[in-house]
């Protein structure tokens, strides 16, 4: 069984903060590099965050940040537990969205984020609500 399952999500007000995990299931989650997308209403899926595979080679873009969430932010991943994390500080209302975990066999993570590359595997998502 290959699987993924995100939980974090919740309503929290502007400049709070949420982690969100991406539990992984039925492979190792080490070996594929990892992204976090979000869709928000009536707006088209779009990459958040992505980490790459660790494997030292300098040919491959090893971590990815949306512009608009650089320095609030931040995603991890550890190989313990199979999980990923997306760290989200200093919340804003247009944070407001579904956000789905994926994970794909690529080392270009910045091409993971911003191109639509079909997945190894995707989250069923968790609700993010920013509100006053």
């Known amino acids: 069984q290959f699987q993924l399952v995100e939980s974090g999500g919740g309503l929290v007000q502007p400049g709070e903060s949420l982690r969100l995990s991406c539990a992984a299931s039925?492979?190792?989650?080490?070996?594929?590099?990892i992204g976090w997308f979000r869709q928000a209403p009536g707006k088209e899926r779009e990459g958040v965050s992505c980490i790459g595979i660790s494997d030292g080679s300098d040919t491959h873009d090893m971590l990815y940040y949306k512009d608009s969430v650089k320095g609030r932010f931040t995603i991890s991943k550890n190989g313990g537990n199979n999980t990923a994390y997306l760290q989200m500080n200093s919340l804003k209302p247009e944070d407001t969205a579904v956000y789905y975990c994926?994970?794909?066999?690529?080392?270009?993570?910045?091409?993971?984020?911003?191109?639509?590359?079909?997945?190894?595997?995707w989250g069923k998502g968790t609700l993010v609500i920013v509100s006053p």
């Open positions: 994926a994970v794909l066999k690529i080392f270009n993570v910045h091409s993971m984020c911003i191109m639509r590359y079909e997945m190894d595997s």
């Open positions: 039925g492979f190792i989650l080490a070996e594929y590099a």
